[in-house]
């Protein structure tokens, strides 16, 4: 069987050579994440996108991953897998990884838990308040109670410009916001709205390109070549496995 | 029709059947070993699909960590082996088999993750959609009864050309009188 194969993919190599299909997927993950990456760090900047991300964006590997924080196998994607790869993949400059907001509506709090995500984002928090959102969720989907564990993953004065970003930000769900508001967020204008509702829906909006059917689902870009999306849960070894191979192109 | 016409339309029928099941073997291992947008064809490449394939047969959690790479690379190949063999004909009722056995245990796989509510994509084919009734009907009610149809038929083939002939001088109904 292995010769057969071996034989194949000769022939195929020596036939197919030039048929390497045409990057019509290219894409730079140029975004407003990713466009901010270096600021990560700097809470003290001037409040722009949120930076929801690990690692350097000069990394060969970029995976995003669309998330909603109320979803039971998006946390254990980041339990089992994500928290293996950061330490190891992402600190040593092989993956940058990205957080996308992808609440469904199905999830009664997930919304609410996205806005809290962005909000800590925009401080520089977004890392600390992720870990707390995935530690603790099941006891605040239970209750909806977000607000104190954002809060217990913060210094007070932190968590008191949190507070500020979500002003105006009534309780809603996915499935409850209205259109007309999130046109009003997306075009920028401070009034009744949420303010951090426009960085969900921008993340929304990536994912309905793809499309996202589910969550969690991830998209891995290789030097410019973005791979056809995945979901569900993977283990890290086999992760880990594939970006070895990619790494060894 | 005589018996002789009908079983030339079986035999054509068993061809046509045994090509279609071909093709689908041969293009779902295609799918899977297929480069990545941007790479060549290398054995580097087939690698590195065969290890993003390892990610959704993961993804269905059925295998031990252990058996998923191994599973993942060794499955399209065979597929590609079986696809081969299909369309050479030879041993027909044990390619059929095994092409019977292969689609049921992907029915189950596929019916297991939606029973259990897994968001995930299917992998028959390369990534795609959302394992969902689509796919169970695809593999269940068309690709099954499929190779069941060209499993049956060689069987029936084989026995009918494995029986004994009458001999020539025999007195059939006809010459009765």
């Given amino acids: ?249 | 029709m005589s018996n002789d016409a009908r079983r030339r339309w079986g035999r054509i029928l068993l061809i046509v059947g045994r090509i279609a099941l071909a093709a689908i073997f041969l293009s779902a291992a295609y799918a899977k070993m297929k480069p990545q947008p941007g790479m060549p064809w290398t054995h580097g490449s087939v690698h590195t699909s065969l290890s993003m394939f390892a990610m959704g047969v993961d993804s269905y959690q059925m295998l031990p960590p252990w058996a998923v790479s191994p599973f993942a690379h060794l499955l399209p190949p065979l597929e590609f082996l079986l696809g081969f063999w299909l369309l050479t004909g030879f041993g027909l009722r044990i390619s059929g088999l095994v092409s019977t056995a292969l689609i049921c245990a992907f029915v189950a796989a596929m019916y297991s993750a939606y029973e259990r509510g897994l968001t995930i994509s299917c992998g028959c084919f390369g990534p795609g959609a959302q394992i969902g009734p689509k796919d169970l009907i695809r593999d269940g009610l068309l690709f099954l009864p499929l190779a069941l149809a060209v499993t049956i038929g060689a069987f029936l083939i084989h026995r009918k050309s494995s029986a004994p002939s009458l001999p020539e001088s025999a007195p059939s109904a006809t010459h009765a009188d």
């Fill in chain 1, 1 to 249: 069987m292995g010769v057969l194969l071996y034989l194949g993919i000769c022939v195929a190599t020596s036939a197919g050579a030039q048929t390497a299909p045409p990057a019509a997927h290219s894409t730079k993950p140029a975004t407003s994440a990713t466009t901010h990456a270096h600021t990560a760090t700097s809470a003290t900047a001037a409040l722009g996108s949120p930076v929801k991300t690990y690692g350097s964006s000069s990394a060969p590997i970029t995976m995003e991953v669309f998330s909603d924080y109320e979803c039971p196998s998006c946390r254990n994607l980041f339990e089992t897998t994500l928290r293996q790869m950061i330490p190891d993949y992402v600190a040593s400059g092989k993956v940058y990884l990205i957080h996308r907001d992808y609440p469904l509506p199905m999830h009664k709090y997930g919304y609410e838990a996205a806005r809290w995500l962005n909000a800590a984002a925009r401080i520089g928090q977004f890392q600390a308040v992720e870990a707390a959102l995935y530690d603790n969720q099941n006891a605040w989907a239970q209750d909806g109670s977000i607000e104190k564990y954002v809060a217990a993953a913060m210094s007070p004065a932190q968590f008191k410009r949190v507070q500020s970003q979500m002003r105006g930000c009534g309780f809603e769900t996915a499935a409850s916001v209205k259109p007309a508001a999130l046109a009003l967020a997306l075009g920028g204008q401070a009034g009744e709205t949420c303010s951090v509702d426009s960085f969900i829906e921008q993340d929304r909006a990536l994912g309905n390109k793809i499309p996202v059917q589910s969550t969690p689902t991830y998209v891995i870009t290789y030097k410019g070549n973005r791979l056809p999306a995945g979901s569900g849960i993977v283990s890290w070894p086999i992760l880990k496995q594939f970006f070895d191979s990619l790494l060894s192109q």
